[in-house]
Protein backbone atom coordinates (compact mmCIF):
# COMPACT_ATOMS: atom_id res chain seq x y z
CA UNK A 1 0.00 0.00 0.00
CA UNK A 2 1.28 3.69 -0.82
CA UNK A 3 2.62 5.45 2.31
CA UNK A 4 0.82 8.93 1.35
CA UNK A 5 -0.06 9.49 4.85
CA UNK A 6 3.23 8.04 6.64
CA UNK A 7 5.69 10.84 5.95
CA UNK A 8 5.27 14.51 5.93
CA UNK A 9 8.21 17.24 4.54
CA UNK A 10 9.87 18.73 7.07
CA UNK A 11 9.08 22.42 6.22
CA UNK A 12 6.62 23.63 8.79
CA UNK A 13 8.81 21.59 12.14
CA UNK A 14 11.81 23.53 10.47
CA UNK A 15 10.12 26.81 10.37
CA UNK A 16 10.65 27.74 6.41
CA UNK A 17 8.03 30.27 5.90
CA UNK A 18 4.98 30.04 3.54
CA UNK A 19 6.57 32.20 0.84
CA UNK A 20 9.81 30.61 0.68
CA UNK A 21 7.71 26.63 0.56
CA UNK A 22 6.04 28.15 -2.86
CA UNK A 23 9.23 29.32 -4.42
CA UNK A 24 10.54 25.58 -3.98
CA UNK A 25 8.73 24.10 -6.75
CA UNK A 26 9.96 26.88 -9.06
CA UNK A 27 13.61 26.50 -8.28
CA UNK A 28 13.21 22.81 -8.55
CA UNK A 29 11.31 23.12 -12.09
CA UNK A 30 14.84 25.44 -13.17
CA UNK A 31 17.33 22.82 -11.95
CA UNK A 32 15.75 20.23 -12.89
CA UNK A 33 16.10 21.74 -16.68
CA UNK A 34 19.25 22.29 -15.76
CA UNK A 35 19.80 18.53 -14.85
CA UNK A 36 18.37 17.14 -17.85
CA UNK A 37 21.56 19.59 -19.80
CA UNK A 38 24.23 18.33 -17.67
CA UNK A 39 25.10 21.24 -16.28
CA UNK A 40 26.92 20.52 -13.29
CA UNK A 41 26.82 23.82 -11.00
CA UNK A 42 24.72 27.44 -11.78
CA UNK A 43 25.07 30.95 -9.85
CA UNK A 44 22.76 32.67 -8.00
CA UNK A 45 21.88 34.96 -10.75
CA UNK A 46 21.98 32.44 -13.48
CA UNK A 47 19.27 30.61 -11.33
CA UNK A 48 16.67 33.00 -10.02
CA UNK A 49 16.66 34.62 -13.40
CA UNK A 50 15.51 31.28 -14.60
CA UNK A 51 13.31 31.10 -11.54
CA UNK A 52 11.53 34.59 -12.07
CA UNK A 53 13.36 35.73 -8.85
CA UNK A 54 15.55 38.16 -7.40
CA UNK A 55 19.42 36.48 -6.39
CA UNK A 56 18.99 37.72 -2.87
CA UNK A 57 15.84 36.04 -2.17
CA UNK A 58 16.93 32.82 -3.55
CA UNK A 59 19.89 32.83 -1.24
CA UNK A 60 18.12 33.72 1.38
CA UNK A 61 15.16 30.87 0.63
CA UNK A 62 18.08 28.30 0.58
CA UNK A 63 19.63 29.58 3.54
CA UNK A 64 16.43 27.68 5.21
CA UNK A 65 17.62 24.50 3.80
CA UNK A 66 21.02 24.56 5.05
CA UNK A 67 22.93 25.16 1.59
CA UNK A 68 24.59 28.58 0.86
CA UNK A 69 26.56 27.33 -2.30
CA UNK A 70 30.16 28.21 -2.74
CA UNK A 71 31.75 31.33 -3.79
CA UNK A 72 33.36 31.52 -6.96
CA UNK A 73 31.71 28.03 -8.00
CA UNK A 74 28.31 28.43 -7.01
CA UNK A 75 25.01 25.97 -6.26
CA UNK A 76 25.78 22.06 -6.87
CA UNK A 77 22.77 21.21 -9.32
CA UNK A 78 22.06 17.68 -8.07
CA UNK A 79 22.40 18.22 -4.75
CA UNK A 80 19.72 20.94 -4.65
CA UNK A 81 17.08 18.95 -6.66
CA UNK A 82 17.93 16.36 -3.70
CA UNK A 83 17.82 19.24 -1.12
CA UNK A 84 14.36 20.52 -2.68
CA UNK A 85 12.63 17.17 -3.27
CA UNK A 86 13.01 16.31 0.08
CA UNK A 87 11.62 19.40 1.53
CA UNK A 88 8.65 19.13 -0.42
CA UNK A 89 8.25 15.61 0.02
CA UNK A 90 8.78 14.81 -3.50
CA UNK A 91 11.58 11.32 -2.57
CA UNK A 92 7.99 9.05 -2.09
CA UNK A 93 5.05 8.08 -3.55
CA UNK A 94 2.28 10.45 -3.52
CA UNK A 95 -1.33 8.82 -4.37
CA UNK A 96 -3.82 11.40 -5.73
CA UNK A 97 -7.52 11.41 -6.36
CA UNK A 98 -9.11 13.42 -8.98
CA UNK A 99 -13.50 13.83 -8.43
CA UNK A 100 -15.32 15.30 -11.27
CA UNK A 101 -14.08 14.19 -14.45
CA UNK A 102 -15.55 16.75 -16.85
CA UNK A 103 -13.45 19.23 -19.16
CA UNK A 104 -11.06 20.03 -16.42
CA UNK A 105 -10.91 16.84 -14.76
CA UNK A 106 -10.40 14.66 -18.03
CA UNK A 107 -7.47 17.25 -18.85
CA UNK A 108 -5.77 16.67 -15.53
CA UNK A 109 -5.93 13.42 -15.56
CA UNK A 110 -4.18 13.27 -18.63
CA UNK A 111 -1.28 15.68 -17.73
CA UNK A 112 2.08 13.95 -17.95
CA UNK A 113 3.44 16.40 -14.84
CA UNK A 114 1.85 14.47 -12.18
CA UNK A 115 3.28 11.49 -12.19
CA UNK A 116 7.57 13.26 -13.23
CA UNK A 117 7.22 15.03 -9.76
CA UNK A 118 6.24 11.94 -7.59
CA UNK A 119 2.10 12.50 -7.69
CA UNK A 120 0.80 9.31 -8.90
CA UNK A 121 -3.53 9.56 -9.99
CA UNK A 122 -4.89 6.46 -7.83
CA UNK A 123 -8.23 6.93 -8.94
CA UNK A 124 -10.78 9.31 -11.23
CA UNK A 125 -13.85 9.67 -9.10
CA UNK A 126 -17.19 11.17 -10.67
CA UNK A 127 -20.89 11.67 -9.22
CA UNK A 128 -22.54 10.71 -12.68
CA UNK A 129 -23.96 6.76 -13.16
CA UNK A 130 -22.84 7.20 -16.44
CA UNK A 131 -19.20 8.14 -16.12
CA UNK A 132 -18.50 5.00 -14.15
CA UNK A 133 -16.31 2.06 -16.10
CA UNK A 134 -15.62 4.32 -19.25
CA UNK A 135 -11.62 4.96 -19.73
CA UNK A 136 -10.44 8.22 -19.01
CA UNK A 137 -6.35 8.96 -19.53
CA UNK A 138 -6.01 4.95 -19.28
CA UNK A 139 -8.09 4.41 -16.28
CA UNK A 140 -11.56 3.50 -15.27
CA UNK A 141 -14.06 6.23 -14.30
CA UNK A 142 -15.37 5.27 -10.46
CA UNK A 143 -18.69 6.63 -8.75
CA UNK A 144 -18.61 8.32 -5.43
CA UNK A 145 -20.24 5.72 -3.71
CA UNK A 146 -16.86 4.46 -3.67
CA UNK A 147 -15.16 7.23 -2.68
CA UNK A 148 -14.10 6.17 1.07
CA UNK A 149 -13.33 2.83 0.03
CA UNK A 150 -10.98 4.06 -2.75
CA UNK A 151 -9.45 6.51 -0.29
CA UNK A 152 -8.88 3.71 2.34
CA UNK A 153 -7.09 1.30 0.19
CA UNK A 154 -4.84 3.65 -1.62
CA UNK A 155 -3.43 5.71 1.05
CA UNK A 156 -4.98 8.69 -0.29
CA UNK A 157 -3.59 12.28 1.46
CA UNK A 158 -4.11 14.24 -1.41
CA UNK A 159 -7.40 15.14 -3.08
CA UNK A 160 -8.08 17.09 -6.53
CA UNK A 161 -11.80 18.72 -6.57
CA UNK A 162 -12.69 19.35 -10.36
CA UNK A 163 -16.40 19.55 -9.50
CA UNK A 164 -18.60 22.45 -10.34
CA UNK A 165 -18.93 25.27 -7.57
CA UNK A 166 -22.43 23.62 -5.89
CA UNK A 167 -21.01 20.30 -4.80
CA UNK A 168 -17.04 21.32 -4.21
CA UNK A 169 -18.04 21.99 -0.30
CA UNK A 170 -19.89 18.59 0.33
CA UNK A 171 -16.93 16.75 -1.97
CA UNK A 172 -14.35 18.24 0.53
CA UNK A 173 -16.02 17.43 3.58
CA UNK A 174 -16.15 13.42 2.21
CA UNK A 175 -12.48 13.33 1.09
CA UNK A 176 -11.38 14.93 4.53
CA UNK A 177 -13.58 12.48 6.50
CA UNK A 178 -12.11 9.77 4.53
CA UNK A 179 -8.85 10.53 5.48
CA UNK A 180 -7.38 13.16 3.17
CA UNK A 181 -5.94 15.87 4.50
CA UNK A 182 -4.41 18.05 1.52
CA UNK A 183 -7.13 19.70 -1.22
CA UNK A 184 -6.47 21.18 -4.60
CA UNK A 185 -9.69 22.78 -5.25
CA UNK A 186 -10.09 23.87 -9.10
CA UNK A 187 -13.93 24.48 -8.09
CA UNK A 188 -14.71 28.44 -8.53
CA UNK A 189 -15.55 28.13 -4.78
CA UNK A 190 -14.05 28.66 -0.97
CA UNK A 191 -14.27 25.54 0.88
CA UNK A 192 -14.56 25.35 4.64
CA UNK A 193 -12.66 22.62 6.39
CA UNK A 194 -10.95 21.90 9.64
CA UNK A 195 -8.07 22.99 11.25
CA UNK A 196 -5.08 20.40 10.13
CA UNK A 197 -6.13 20.41 6.28
CA UNK A 198 -4.49 22.57 3.87
CA UNK A 199 -6.04 23.84 0.65
CA UNK A 200 -4.98 25.37 -1.92
CA UNK A 201 -6.96 27.39 -5.12
CA UNK A 202 -6.87 27.47 -8.88
CA UNK A 203 -9.41 29.48 -10.19
CA UNK A 204 -8.18 30.47 -13.79
CA UNK A 205 -11.24 32.78 -13.88
CA UNK A 206 -9.73 35.05 -11.44
CA UNK A 207 -6.44 34.71 -13.27
CA UNK A 208 -7.76 35.75 -16.26
CA UNK A 209 -9.96 38.78 -14.79
CA UNK A 210 -6.05 40.15 -13.15
CA UNK A 211 -4.79 39.77 -16.73
CA UNK A 212 -7.63 41.62 -17.94
CA UNK A 213 -7.16 44.44 -15.26
CA UNK A 214 -3.50 45.22 -16.47
CA UNK A 215 -4.52 44.87 -19.92
CA UNK A 216 -6.80 47.74 -18.90
CA UNK A 217 -4.55 49.81 -17.10
CA UNK A 218 -2.08 49.35 -20.41
CA UNK A 219 -4.39 50.76 -22.40
CA UNK A 220 -4.64 53.68 -20.52
CA UNK A 221 -1.58 54.62 -20.06
CA UNK A 222 -1.22 54.31 -23.73
CA UNK A 223 -4.20 56.51 -24.65
CA UNK A 224 -3.24 59.33 -21.99
CA UNK A 225 -4.87 57.89 -18.97
CA UNK A 226 -8.17 58.73 -18.36
CA UNK A 227 -9.89 62.38 -17.10
CA UNK A 228 -9.19 63.95 -13.56
CA UNK A 229 -10.91 62.01 -10.40
CA UNK A 230 -14.79 64.04 -9.55
CA UNK A 231 -14.30 63.73 -5.60
CA UNK A 232 -17.83 62.97 -4.50
CA UNK A 233 -17.95 65.21 -1.82
CA UNK A 234 -17.60 68.44 -4.24
CA UNK A 235 -20.53 69.88 -5.34
CA UNK A 236 -20.71 70.61 -9.38
CA UNK A 237 -19.88 74.07 -9.64
CA UNK A 238 -17.36 74.77 -6.97
CA UNK A 239 -14.08 75.49 -8.50
CA UNK A 240 -12.98 78.50 -9.85
CA UNK A 241 -12.46 76.14 -13.19
CA UNK A 242 -12.88 72.61 -14.44
CA UNK A 243 -10.50 70.60 -12.65
CA UNK A 244 -10.02 73.56 -9.81
CA UNK A 245 -8.86 72.38 -6.69
CA UNK A 246 -11.10 73.44 -4.00
CA UNK A 247 -10.47 76.69 -2.31
CA UNK A 248 -11.28 77.38 1.49
CA UNK A 249 -13.48 80.69 2.31
CA UNK A 250 -11.35 83.93 3.90
CA UNK A 251 -13.24 85.51 6.11
CA UNK A 252 -12.83 88.99 6.03
CA UNK A 253 -11.15 91.04 9.33
CA UNK A 254 -14.47 92.13 10.83
CA UNK A 255 -15.98 88.84 10.25
CA UNK A 256 -13.39 87.42 12.61
CA UNK A 257 -13.77 89.83 14.88
CA UNK A 258 -17.33 89.16 15.49
CA UNK A 259 -17.13 85.89 15.72
CA UNK A 260 -13.97 86.14 18.42
CA UNK A 261 -16.51 88.38 20.27
CA UNK A 262 -20.00 85.93 20.08
CA UNK A 263 -17.08 82.94 21.16
CA UNK A 264 -16.54 84.86 24.48
CA UNK A 265 -19.87 85.13 25.11
CA UNK A 266 -20.80 81.45 23.94
CA UNK A 267 -21.00 78.76 26.73
CA UNK A 268 -18.39 75.69 26.58
CA UNK A 269 -19.35 71.66 25.58
CA UNK A 270 -21.59 71.46 29.17
CA UNK A 271 -22.64 75.23 28.90
CA UNK A 272 -21.14 76.56 32.35
CA UNK A 273 -17.44 76.82 30.96
CA UNK A 274 -16.67 79.87 28.26
CA UNK A 275 -15.11 78.64 25.39
CA UNK A 276 -13.11 81.42 25.15
CA UNK A 277 -11.26 82.34 28.51
CA UNK A 278 -10.83 86.24 28.69
CA UNK A 279 -7.19 87.57 28.61
Known sequence: MATGRTHRPATRSRGIP?????????????LTALSERSVPTVSSEELAAAAGVNSAKLRKDFSYLGSYGTRGVGYDVEYLVYQISRELGLTQDWPVVIVGIGNLGAALANYGGFASRGFRVAALIDADPAMAGKPVAGMPVQHTDDLEKIIEENGVSIGVIATPAGAAQQVSERLIAAGVTSILNFAPTVLSVPEGVDVRKVDLSIELQILAFHEQRKAGEGSGGAGADVDADTEPGAGAAAGAAPVAAVEPPAGRAAAAAAAARKGGPEGDVPAVMPA
Do not use: D, I
Request: aromatic fraction near 8%; charged fraction near 25%.
Open 18 to 30: EATVARLPLYLRA
